[in-house]
């Protein structure tokens, strides 16, 4: 044989090499288990049995940099009254209000009242970037409320995620309307307000144009403002002293949006990680081990593995090597927002405190989170509920391999 034709003869090899070696290659990424752990992340899996859980917030350093909101400072401005009308209150009026003796600054915002499955839910509709100056400090410092507010989501107060049971992340179907998803919650401190949407989500809602209205001023001249704000509205408007110049021993009565009342306790709207009201206990004591405070945390959630547990508590804090704050403000072994964890914060270790610091209180916390996202039923629905933990598929993906490394390092 001519030695061109064995050139040929050798190539001709080498192509059908390469092509077995491609064709092999993508057998393989097709058949390898979606979201399956590398070496290296099998590698990763810590040795919880040895892991001691350590309580508290991270140790003191330097102050953390000044929240950026991507434009000038927030100067807050406290409410004193609420006033909520009948119909859009008159420029004329907004400007006779303003110009009151110890007025300093008014804003004027959408509301209404509307129907989830019969109940009465009275919300405000308002602009984040506006409204983030009325709020509390530790609210307006917590970038997730704003963002969830600018995405189109519901941000519940924390008292009617109590009173209702609303479930965070959760879709509400709005009688005659369109649906509703309970982005975050926060303590606004607003009487009679359940929660705020954007103002183009009121508009989908039907909420009433410029029917409320927030002022400020000293709070010794409270007294004097709500009389003189009073004489200008028309009847049926309503004034609702905001905060600590509420009038103590007050009637208790649910206001709606067409019949704002003094009622419930004043709250400062302050959002803590650390909660010294009576909090509801989930019993796991002070278990010596990570690992052993995973599996008495799960049975929290009866259909829920520990290994679930296990897995974000590697992910968000490597079992409390990092608690944070995160740069969104996400707080503790578990990483949860401090709106989040008044809602869903437990007693886990029986000392009357729900920490977000402390893996005895956070751990079963997370258990009760996600098993109220249906984590208990295993399937789609424990996919769902990681998911509702951090809204990323990918993280679900990580999660649960990691949970399934751990699965296979415990049996």
Known sequence: MSPLPRLWAFVTILVVVAALALVVGAVFVATRPTGSLTAAAEADVRDLAALTPRSGPPAAGPAPAPLNTGGPEITLTPPRLLVVAQATLPEQTKEDISRLKYVEKIDSFDGGSVRVSGVGLNLL???????????????????????????????????????????????????????LRVAASASFGLPGVDGLVSTETGRRLGLRPGVA??????????????????????????????GAGRTAGAAVKKPT????????????GTVTGKETRAVRQVAVGRPGSYLELYRRSAVACPGLSWTVLAAIGQVESSHGRNNGPSSAGAQGPMQFMPATWKAYGVDGDGDGVADI???YDAVPSAATYLCANGAGQGGKKLEKAIWFYN???????????????YARAYP
């Open 125 to 179: 509709a308002v602009d984040p970037a506006r409204f983030r100056a009325w709020a509390p400090k530790a609210v307006a410092e917590q970038p997730g409320v704003w963002s969830a507010l600018a995405d189109g989501g519901f941000v519940a107060d924390s008292s009617a995620v109590r009173r209702f049971g609303l479930v965070l992340g959760s879709d509400y179907q709005v009688d005659g309307g369109p649906r």
């Open 213 to 242: 209205l927030l002022v400020n001023g000293p709070e010794k001249a409270v007294a004097a403002l709500n009389a003189r704000v009073r004489k200008l509205l028309s009847s049926g408007a309503q004034v609702v002293t905001v």
């Open 257 to 268: 949006v067409n019949e704002a009342a003094t009622g419930n306790p004043a709250t400062d």
């Open 357 to 359: 610091w402390s893996p």
């Open 391 to 405: 809204h990323s598929w990918s993280y679900v993906s990580k999660v649960m391999s990691i949970a399934q490394a």
